[in-house]
């Protein structure tokens, strides 16, 4: 009978440390449990242990204690029970809460679901993707903006493009020669730069990086019309795979240059800001043949090398590396 009750009471005590073990100092509750502070069980409903809050609350509210001693005990309390509450009336944090209780060994885990959910932005991921891909979709067009009229402002400069759009105006009728023009009819300065400005948006095709911004290269456009440019790729390889895979149809001229670009490994920008002339000059020489691409580069290769070793500029840098040898930085030389 002894022994029985020996071990009962061995266990008791093996209960009580093993709860204590299942609680965390400087998370959650502490070493207190925290459906014990509110006074309910783990059965306990959300509505339950909001009406045992309210109960508490209102009992352990430090305006209604009068002595110093009385008010600062009802405080510490008052905290205890707000912190307890805050826990479990979420839903999530109530489950952490429940696992940490489960699994008192994983106290890395416990340690990092307590501070995860408190350290990140209680922000609705949604909100920050939509504000974050509005602003790059801003700047994107904005700095688009900025490098095309930084190209105007250059052409409005260059005696070869500037020249030329004075001769348009001055057809047009948008200016008259200011040397025979007398009094009111005289151009002024400023005019005449935006007249200048003018003819050149119109009448130059700036392609490439510096080419006029369109709303469809938008992030925000690119991402609506995301399925409709899946499912015209898909289209696209197809019929391409069927006309000159399976039908063994010529290419087209606009075919003909994307696989010349496609070898060049250019991007469209960058294709499209080139001189016509020099496309031309890839149509002419059959350069979407694979075979004739590769040994049509080689030779290009060979050729910038040449240009190369016969500037005067590349000649002195060389008489430098052979005179001075590699510049170089090191901590010790011995």
């Known amino acids: 009978m002894l022994s029985k009750s020996v071990t009962l009471f061995l266990q008791f005590l093996f209960y009580i440390e093993l709860s204590q073990a299942q609680l965390l100092e400087g998370i959650y509750c502490g070493k207190e449990n925290c459906y014990d502070v509110l006074e309910v069980t783990r059965d306990s409903t959300k509505s339950e242990i909001s009406k ?25 309390r008052f905290k205890e029970i707000a912190n307890a509450y805050e826990i479990l009336k979420d839903e999530e944090s109530r489950m952490d809460y429940d696992y940490m209780l489960d699994n008192p060994d994983e106290y890395y885990a416990h340690y990092y679901r307590y501070y995860r959910r408190r350290v990140s932005p209680k922000v609705d991921v949604r909100i920050v993707l939509i504000v974050t891909i509005s602003i790059i979709s801003a700047v994107q067009y904005f700095s688009g903006w900025q490098r095309y009229d930084t190209a105007i402002k250059y052409f409005a400069t260059v005696p070869k493009y500037r020249n030329r759009a004075v001769d348009i105006a001055k057809q047009d009728g948008l200016l008259s020669d200011n040397k025979k023009a007398k009094g009111k009819n005289k151009t002024s300065k400023e005019e ?14 700036i392609k490439g990086a510096y080419a006029k911004p369109q709303l469809s290269d938008v992030l925000w456009v690119q991402l609506i019309i995301f399925p409709y440019t899946i499912v015209k790729y898909i289209y696209w390889y197809v019929s391409w795979f069927w006309r000159h895979t399976i039908l063994k149809q010529p290419y087209s001229e606009e075919e003909k240059l994307y696989l010349v670009r496609k070898y060049l490994k250019m991007g469209q920008h960058q294709f499209d800001s080139q001189e016509d002339e020099k496309k031309q000059e890839y149509l002419h020489k059959k350069l979407w043949i694979k075979e004739n691409f590769d040994e049509w580069f080689v030779e290009e290769e060979e050729n910038a090398k040449k240009q190369l070793a016969e500037s005067n500029r590349y000649k002195q840098y060389r008489r430098y590396m052979k005179n001075h040898g590699v510049g170089r930085m090191t901590f010790d030389d011995s």
């Open 52 to 76: 045992n809050y309210r109960k508490l609350a209102k009992q352990y509210h430090p305006d209604l204690h009068r002595t110093f001693e009385a008010k600062e005990i009802a405080q510490e």
């Open 192 to 205: 005449t730069e935006s007249i200048i400005r003018k003819v050149i948006e119109d009448k130059m095709d």
